[in-house]
């Protein structure tokens, strides 16, 4: 049985041309070699798997026999590789500084490649500076890390640093098109792109997931079968979740989601990659930012269609409320409601509720308004709203008799017929529309003076002259409340009942505000002073419910509260036991007496 030899190590580029999504950093170096312009300390930071010790090992290789690239020759004899994670105490730093003065025996240099260097201690790196400031003509340190942060800037200021960045879904997917094309493994674009997106950056991870699916999948890779293997959340599950999200069908939403957490998926992982996927639909529906899309030609097509389906508004709200819900995920004691409440928000953007339509009514209800004002003078005064509807029942033909104008309010000066809105009836079942000419109004009706009725038309005019003559009037009920008398100390008695109230609630500071001072109670107007502005603003929010409840409790809806701002009105409040015994002896001087007779001490 043959070795089996994992992708990432038989696939390992052997030449800067080989290195995948690193062409400003090989063109660099490669321009650094034949200008003899390459510096004595290099720094390789960037993401894990994205090519420093790879390039590291082709620079050692190249500088050794300029025009000389043979990819079986590494010279390995002339490159030493210490791993910082292990090797990391001043001992080893020193032994590594007697083997650098020692002369390459073939080649031009020796090459120094420590690896994960920022796990080096402080007096590991200390010992470390003056070498590399001033190493020997024939040695070269090449440096490699994935945190470039933790090194010193001691270390950072005697490098050359080369920043290696995330390979990109692309140049990710087109080199596994090229491994699978010399594996002879089909595969469909897609299921490449998934495994793209998977390896999160790094060539060395897409390879391992590469191999992995591929002992899964056999010699055909499908998108199906990728998803399955790796478990992830394809585009198809978010574009069907965005389709019940837009149709707002809640009860099938849950459903689905359910169905995803059975699969074993994490809600936090759901919910985060339905905020990209907004974020993709709103960047498909701008041509200029399509490019920003980093999926596949067939899910390209589909994405295309469902940002048409969605208005920008709402995907840029429902990327705030999927945002919102990632946010508060780890620290939610029920993650699962929270995503579901989340994805019943979403449902609910494009939602406004059931709403009663006109092609439930054999006649659409139909009115006219009059305007909110009277044209006596040709001044605009503003007066209540009155409705005018026309009655069903005398269709086809809407004559004056017909119009029954709704009760009013409040009294109004005069309504005539230039003050009046008219909104045309759309008549359903082949009735002609009512044309306006057909609706006569009397050209002034004065009501300013006249009795309220429930409702008039022109036929019943004659019944409302008959009611005038005789004499007959729909008189208002007076509404009466109560205002009995109270003193002062009732007035306390209260005031101090409900400040005691808003203590035990918790509002100790409004509970001090309705203490700082008594008020002072002048006929029904209650007095308070506050030593500032702030103070009165705070009290403004509980005046209401203070006045409320000193009307109830006092039976006297007279009564109000002023309040007064006076900056000398501080808090007396006594805290040393002097200041305690001070205030007492106010209050009652024999008090001193008594200290003083048995010398007592305060």
Not at 274 to 303: M, N, W
Request: charged share 25%; aromatic share 8%; with cysteine.
């Amino acid at each position: 049985m043959e070795e089996f030899v994992v992708s990432a190590r038989k696939y390992r580029p052997q030449t800067f041309k080989d290195v995948v999504g690193q062409k400003a950093i090989t063109n660099t170096l490669l321009n650094a070699i034949e200008t003899n312009h390459l510096a004595s300390a290099l720094l390789f930071t960037g993401p894990r798997g994205v090519g420093k010790t790879t390039c590291a090992r082709i620079l050692a290789r190249k500088i050794n026999q300029p025009g000389y690239d043979d990819p079986l020759e590494d010279f390995a004899f002339n490159v030493f590789e210490l791993d910082a994670a292990s090797n990391n105490s001043v001992d080893d730093i020193r032994n590594l500084i007697d083997q650098v003065r020692i002369p390459p025996q073939t080649g031009k240099y020796k090459v120094y490649i420590i690896d994960e260097v920022h796990m080096l201690s402080s007096a590991a790196f200390n010992a470390f500076l003056k070498t590399l400031e001033e190493p020997p003509k024939h040695a070269i340190f090449i440096l490699a890390t994935t945190e470039k942060h933790k090194i010193i800037p001691t270390i950072l200021s005697r490098c050359q640093i080369f920043d290696f960045k995330r390979i990109t879904v692309k140049d990710a997917k087109e080199h596994l098109a090229e491994v699978a094309e010399s594996q002879g493994v089909k595969f469909e674009d897609d299921a490449l792109h998934i495994i793209a997106q998977k390896a999160d950056g790094a060539m060395r991870d897409a390879l391992s997931i590469f191999d992995r699916v591929v002992s899964f999948c056999g010699n055909n890779l499908t998108r199906q079968a990728v998803t399955e293997n790796l478990n992830v959340l394809d585009y198809e599950t978010y574009i069907n979740i965005t389709d019940l999200i837009v149709e707002n069908k809640i009860p099938e939403l849950l459903m689905a989601y359910n169905e995803i957490l059975s699969k074993g998926f994490d809600g936090h992982h759901f919910i985060a990659g339905l905020a990209s996927h907004f974020r993709d639909l709103l960047v498909c529906k701008t041509p200029t930012t399509i490019s920003l899309l980093e999926v596949g030609e067939q899910a390209q097509k589909l994405y295309s269609i469902q940002s048409q389906k969605t208005t920008q508004d709402f995907l840029l709200e429902g990327i705030q409320i999927a945002n919102d819900c990632d946010l508060k995920y780890k620290i939610s004691q029920n993650q699962r409601l929270l995503v579901e409440l989340c994805l019943m928000q979403l449902a609910s953007i494009t939602f406004d509720g059931e709403k009663k339509k006109a092609e439930s009514y054999i006649i659409p209800p139909t009115h006219f308004r009059i305007a909110n004002y009277s044209i006596t003078d040709k001044t605009v005064v503003e007066k209540p709203a009155v409705t005018i509807d026309i009655k069903p029942e005398i269709i086809p033909e809407v004559t004056s008799e017909s119009i029954e104008i709704i009760e009013f309010e409040e009294e109004i000066e005069e309504v005539t017929l230039e003050n009046i809105e008219i909104e045309t009836p759309l008549i359903e079942n082949n009735i002609e529309e009512v044309p306006i000419e057909k609706i006569e109004l009397p050209t002034s009706i004065d009501i300013s003076s006249e009795p309220k009725v429930s409702a008039f038309s022109l036929a019943s005019v004659k019944a409302k002259k008959d009611l005038l003559e005789a004499g007959k009037s729909i008189i208002k009920e007076e509404v009466h409340l109560p205002t009995e008398d109270f003193n002062e100390t009732d007035m306390l008695l209260y005031w101090n009942k409900y400040a005691q109230r808003l203590g035990d609630k918790g509002y100790k500071i409004m509970e001090s505000l309705l203490l700082i001072n008594d008020p002072i109670l002048n006929g029904t107007t209650i007095t308070l002073e506050l030593p500032n502005q702030g103070s009165k603003i705070d009290f403004e929010s509980e005046k209401i419910g203070l006045l409320g409840y000193l009307k109830g409790h006092l039976h006297n809806h007279n009564i109000t509260i002023e309040v007064i701002v006076n900056e000398s009105v501080t808090t007396k409040m006594a805290f040393t036991p002097q200041e305690k015994y001070n205030r007492l002896t106010e209050l009652n001087q024999n008090l001193d007496i008594l200290r003083k007779t048995f010398e007592l001490d305060i």
